[in-house]
């Protein structure tokens, strides 16, 4: 197979393709670590969100204003937010 030798126009400095150190992929193994804990959180916290309500409509259930639901749940999914943009944005290692 013949090497073909490229010029990149923005800094004149020639680039062997078939040398370069492009894998093919988008993210590297911590990228995708990171994603999958992100979107863990995420899960977690929603599920947290599940429940409160009154099996009868006429009765009122104040379950819905406890911590897990209003606090905890809500920083929990707003973490896995966090985390799933900074995986995206870490360059990935090599």
Known sequence: MKK?????PASG????IATSKYSGFAFGK??????????AFIVIGFLLMIGG????????SDKIFDFRRLTLAPILVLTGYIIEIFAIMKKPKG
Not at 4 to 8: F, G, L, Q, R
């Open 4 to 8: 073909k030798d490229v010029k990149n």
């Open 13 to 16: 400095v020639s680039k062997d």
């Open 30 to 39: 911590e990228n995708y670590k990171l994603l999958f804990i992100g979107l």
């Open 53 to 60: 309500g009154s099996d009868n409509p006429n009765v009122f």
